[in-house]
């Protein structure tokens, strides 16, 4: 090592951490990840890996005193973690550029994060916190419905839900607890408006941020992001409301060196901090949509500040449009990924990452972790940025094992959670709702052919338009179903018996996943009978 090379440990080495390892590298420094997964995908990136859990503060203050005190350490850095604690813990017990740990602290705490902005009267929602045990608190809360639940110490999402009466708090609060590492939750007045994401970086006291994006949220009660677009569309007034809360925020929370990452509505009548971290954000944007669409690496500005360098410039060098966009899964385990070299010809898509593979399990989503992987485009018009991102979501598909119990309770039940793939007009679900499962042939009148495989015919022209969650219209569905189809033999029963009711359920219910899963289920079926029983298995109709 040279005496002007730089070493700087990052905490985590997933997907996340990749811009950092990658610009540390770029820069010529010495870098030291740390990650509990042995296996990380940023883990080889690295001069030097550490296996370690990223809560284990004092094991990670240990090998950060290793490496200072036998060939030197110059800073510490996360970014879409929930470990700035133990970045601003490292740095304060080392003599590193940081925050206090109590900064650090506050901006992870959400509990203690609203009585900070409470105290400077920063805009923010009412809120009681309680600990685990202490849920008999929340009788105050009768009247101020809906509320918002969280956990204080967690992000993407996990644990988050609104709760529309009393009866189902507590339940939502032993949820929320779950993902709580210090065992509390915290229960907030719903804000109702759009929510934006900012990042900031603080160089001596001078904020300065990086453009707001627009949150793409989904599936209530939950608040799930499908994307988000930067930057955001909103106008003047709004983005400039939205910056000025943010700013207020980091000052009352006392972040005045390093990166700051805030989630900030807007009710119509002003700006409401969601909540603001001390480090740079996740979901893709400090790493991949900002950079795109403004041209500077606020990762690598992050890292000079951590390392207790000036920033460097930040000036913005081109104004495109970045999108990032997510695919996602009904319930069951993944068979494989389909189309993913086809998205990625989409022009414009930068990148396709994945979550998953053959053998994942995979849930509709409740929160931000749960998503089976995001595309990103980058382009200068705007439109076509989104529209490129939202085509190549469409090219991808999960394709699902076989005749799995969570797969068909998520078809056939009776929940009205999540909601369907296709939400039609209620003329077409009833007649939808009115088919038998099955038809025995011959009413090849009535049957519409798809591949070698004849379905029961229906007129969905009038909701052709519509478009399911990844993206894809009822219409592109049926043909990209066909095409699959037709690449495989028809099986035994196929001359004797058509799907009715229980293909186009599945259908509108779960997409092309639905769709394809009800033939794969009944692919090795050798009669009509054996099929017929299959279907009352599923109890379609109960």
């Given at each position: 090592m040279t005496p002007a090379q730089k070493t700087i440990m990052i905490l985590g080495a997933g997907t996340m951490q990749i811009p950092a390892l990658s610009a540390a590298k770029k820069k010529g420094w010495r870098v030291i990840a740390v990650d509990g997964n042995p296996c990380a995908p940023g883990a080889g990136?690295?001069?030097?890996?550490?296996p370690v859990d990223l809560k284990e503060e004092e094991t990670l203050l240990n090998r950060a005193r290793f490496y200072k005190e036998t060939s030197g350490l110059d800073g510490i850095f996360t970014a879409g973690t929930d470990f700035s604690l133990s970045v601003a813990f490292i740095a304060e017990n080392l003599g590193l550029p940081g925050i206090p740990v109590e900064v650090a602290r506050n901006a992870t705490n959400k509990a203690l994060m609203r009585r900070i902005f409470a105290l400077h009267g920063v805009p923010g929602p009412a809120?009681?916190?309680?600990?685990?045990?202490?849920?008999?608190?929340?009788?105050?809360?009768?009247?101020?419905?809906?509320v918002v639940v969280k956990p204080v110490d967690s992000m993407g999402a996990r644990g988050v839900q609104m709760v529309q009466e009393p009866s189902l708090l507590k339940a939502a609060c032993e949820k929320a607890l779950a993902f709580s590492r210090s065992g509390g939750v915290i229960v907030e007045e719903f804000i109702n408006g759009p929510e934006f994401s900012v990042d900031a970086l603080v160089y001596q006291g001078q904020i300065h941020a990086f453009?707001?994006?627009?949150?793409?949220?989904?599936?209530?009660?939950?608040?799930?992001?499908?994307g988000h677009t930067f930057p955001s569309a909103a106008g003047k007034k709004i983005l400039q409301d939205v910056e000025e809360v943010f700013r207020q925020g980091i000052k009352a929370l006392g972040i005045d060196n390093g990166a700051a990452k805030g989630d900030i509505f807007h009710t119509g009548g002003g700006a409401v901090?969601?909540?603001?971290?001390?480090?740079?954000?996740?979901?893709?944007?400090?790493g991949w949509t900002c950079p795109y669409a403004c041209g500077v690496d606020i990762t690598e500005a992050a890292m000079n500040i951590a390392l207790g360098l000036p920033p460097g410039d930040m000036s913005p060098r081109r104004a495109w449009t970045s999108a990032e966009r997510a695919f996602i899964s009904i319930p069951g385990t993944a068979a494989g990924l389909a189309g993913l070299e086809r998205a990625l010809e989409v022009p414009g898509v930068q990148d396709v990452f994945t979550r998953v593979e053959a053998g994942s399990p995979v849930k509709f989503p409740e929160n931000n972790v749960e998503k089976c992987g995001n595309v990103i485009s980058a382009l200068p018009e705007r439109k076509s940025a989104f529209r490129a991102a939202e085509k190549a979501v469409s090219r991808i598909l999960v394709r699902l094992e076989p005749g799995g119990r969570q797969t068909a309770a998520f078809l056939f039940g009776n929940s009205s959670w999540p909601p369907p793939a296709f939400n039609l007009p209620e003329s077409l679900a009833r007649l939808i709702r009115t088919l038998p499962a099955w038809l025995l042939l011959?009413?090849?009148?009535?049957?519409?052919?798809l591949g070698y495989r004849p379905v029961a015919a229906i007129d969905y022209a009038e909701a052709a338009n519509l478009k399911d969650w990844n993206y894809r219209s009822l219409a592109s569905t049926l043909n990209h179903l066909a095409k699959i189809l037709k690449k495989s033999a028809p099986p035994p029963w196929a001359s004797n018996l058509?799907?009715?009711g229980v293909f186009w359920l599945a259908l509108?219910?779960?997409?092309?996943?639905?769709?394809?899963?009800?033939?794969?289920?009944?692919?090795?079926?050798?009669?009509?009978?054996?099929?017929?029983?299959?279907?009352?298995?599923?109890?379609?109709?109960?």
């Amino acid at each position: 090592m040279t005496p002007a090379q730089k070493t700087i440990m990052i905490l985590g080495a997933g997907t996340m951490q990749i811009p950092a390892l990658s610009a540390a590298k770029k820069k010529g420094w010495r870098v030291i990840a740390v990650d509990g997964n042995p296996c990380a995908p940023g883990a080889g990136i690295a001069d030097i890996f550490e296996p370690v859990d990223l809560k284990e503060e004092e094991t990670l203050l240990n090998r950060a005193r290793f490496y200072k005190e036998t060939s030197g350490l110059d800073g510490i850095f996360t970014a879409g973690t929930d470990f700035s604690l133990s970045v601003a813990f490292i740095a304060e017990n080392l003599g590193l550029p940081g925050i206090p740990v109590e900064v650090a602290r506050n901006a992870t705490n959400k509990a203690l994060m609203r009585r900070i902005f409470a105290l400077h009267g920063v805009p923010g929602p009412a809120f009681l916190s309680c600990r685990r045990g202490e849920l008999d608190q929340l009788s105050a809360l009768s009247g101020t419905f809906p509320v918002v639940v969280k956990p204080v110490d967690s992000m993407g999402a996990r644990g988050v839900q609104m709760v529309q009466e009393p009866s189902l708090l507590k339940a939502a609060c032993e949820k929320a607890l779950a993902f709580s590492r210090s065992g509390g939750v915290i229960v907030e007045e719903f804000i109702n408006g759009p929510e934006f994401s900012v990042d900031a970086l603080v160089y001596q006291g001078q904020i300065h941020a990086f453009g707001i994006a627009d949150r793409h949220i989904y599936f209530p009660p939950f608040f799930v992001e499908l994307g988000h677009t930067f930057p955001s569309a909103a106008g003047k007034k709004i983005l400039q409301d939205v910056e000025e809360v943010f700013r207020q925020g980091i000052k009352a929370l006392g972040i005045d060196n390093g990166a700051a990452k805030g989630d900030i509505f807007h009710t119509g009548g002003g700006a409401v901090i969601g909540e603001i971290a001390a480090r740079l954000s996740g979901g893709y944007m400090s790493g991949w949509t900002c950079p795109y669409a403004c041209g500077v690496d606020i990762t690598e500005a992050a890292m000079n500040i951590a390392l207790g360098l000036p920033p460097g410039d930040m000036s913005p060098r081109r104004a495109w449009t970045s999108a990032e966009r997510a695919f996602i899964s009904i319930p069951g385990t993944a068979a494989g990924l389909a189309g993913l070299e086809r998205a990625l010809e989409v022009p414009g898509v930068q990148d396709v990452f994945t979550r998953v593979e053959a053998g994942s399990p995979v849930k509709f989503p409740e929160n931000n972790v749960e998503k089976c992987g995001n595309v990103i485009s980058a382009l200068p018009e705007r439109k076509s940025a989104f529209r490129a991102a939202e085509k190549a979501v469409s090219r991808i598909l999960v394709r699902l094992e076989p005749g799995g119990r969570q797969t068909a309770a998520f078809l056939f039940g009776n929940s009205s959670w999540p909601p369907p793939a296709f939400n039609l007009p209620e003329s077409l679900a009833r007649l939808i709702r009115t088919l038998p499962a099955w038809l025995l042939l011959p009413t090849r009148e009535k049957t519409l052919s798809l591949g070698y495989r004849p379905v029961a015919a229906i007129d969905y022209a009038e909701a052709a338009n519509l478009k399911d969650w990844n993206y894809r219209s009822l219409a592109s569905t049926l043909n990209h179903l066909a095409k699959i189809l037709k690449k495989s033999a028809p099986p035994p029963w196929a001359s004797n018996l058509a799907l009715g009711g229980v293909f186009w359920l599945a259908l509108i219910r779960g997409g092309l996943q639905g769709a394809l899963w009800i033939f794969d289920s009944l692919e090795q079926e050798k009669t009509a009978e054996n099929v017929q029983e299959r279907i009352k298995e599923w109890k379609v109709y109960q």
